[in-house]
Nanobody
Framework: QVQLVASGGGLVQAGESLRLSCAAS????????MGWYRQAPAKQRELVAT???????NYADSVKDRFTISRDSAKNSVYLQMNTLKPEDTGVYYC??????????????WGQGTLVTVSS
């Protein structure tokens, strides 16, 4: 089974940048889409960005033109470059992978989350 470990969160001021990283380890038949979700205090978890293994990307409207998702398939890693951060970007960011396990069953995998705090 695949495990995800996210890193790169921290405390920044509005307008600054952060880069999140997520590395997948373990064994799967295939890793399909990977991405990032976030959860702000007292709010539901929401999609930030996803990227398929073909490189197609999808972004939440609130982060378009500010965030860029990328992927290194050779390293089984996904990254999120976050520029021009706003206080409303504050939250716990979770790495996500849509995988196919060795027994060919689909399996969603979540990382442990990394906290991003943007001060005004």
């Amino acid at each position: 089974q695949v495990q995800l470990v996210a890193s790169g969160g921290g405390l920044v001021q509005a307008g600054e940048s952060l880069r999140l990283s997520c590395a997948a380890s373990g064994i799967a038949f295939r890793i399909n889409a990977m991405g990032w979700y976030r959860q702000a205090p007292a709010k539901q978890r929401e999609l930030v960005a996803t990227i398929t293994n073909g490189g197609n990307t999808n972004y939440a409207d609130s982060v378009k033109d500010r965030f860029t998702i990328s992927r290194d398939s050779a390293k089984n890693s996904v990254y999120l470059q976050m520029n021009t951060l706003k206080p409303e970007d504050t939250g716990v960011y979770y790495c996500y992978a849509n995988t196919v396990a060795l027994d060919l069953r689909p399996l969603e995998v979540w990382g442990q989350g990394t906290l991003v705090t943007v001060s005004s």
